[in-house]
């Protein structure tokens, strides 16, 4: 089993920048995920004391600020479209 999750984050580098990690823990997140990681860093916990955690690729792109919730991309994240699509496509084909 295998999850490919893909997030915003803020941290020093500039927006558009993309990250590939694999999180064991909940500590192996980076330290500002987008709203979306609500339980998210419980939950990897908790299934990683119970000994089903799955295979997790966390894909994640900087971003400057975190922004109300739109259907609308900022031009950096857009321009990562592509990017993130291929490293996708890299993850799925190393199975």
């Known amino acids: 089993q295998t999850i490919i999750i893909i997030d915003a984050t803020m941290d020093d580098e500039p927006p558009g920048t ?6 064991r823990f909940a500590s192996d ?8 990681d609500i339980g998210l860093k419980d939950l990897i916990e908790s299934a990683a004391l119970l000994d089903h955690l799955p295979r997790i690729y966390l894909i994640t792109v900087t971003i400057f600020e975190l922004q109300d919730l739109t259907l609308e991309l900022s031009p950096e994240i857009e321009a990562s479209i592509p990017k993130i699509y ?3 496509n890299k993850i799925l084909a190393s199975f």
């Open 86 to 88: 291929h490293l996708v």
């Open 18 to 23: 993309l990250k590939v990690i694999e999180p």
């Open 29 to 36: 997140f980076p330290k500002v995920l987008s709203s979306h």
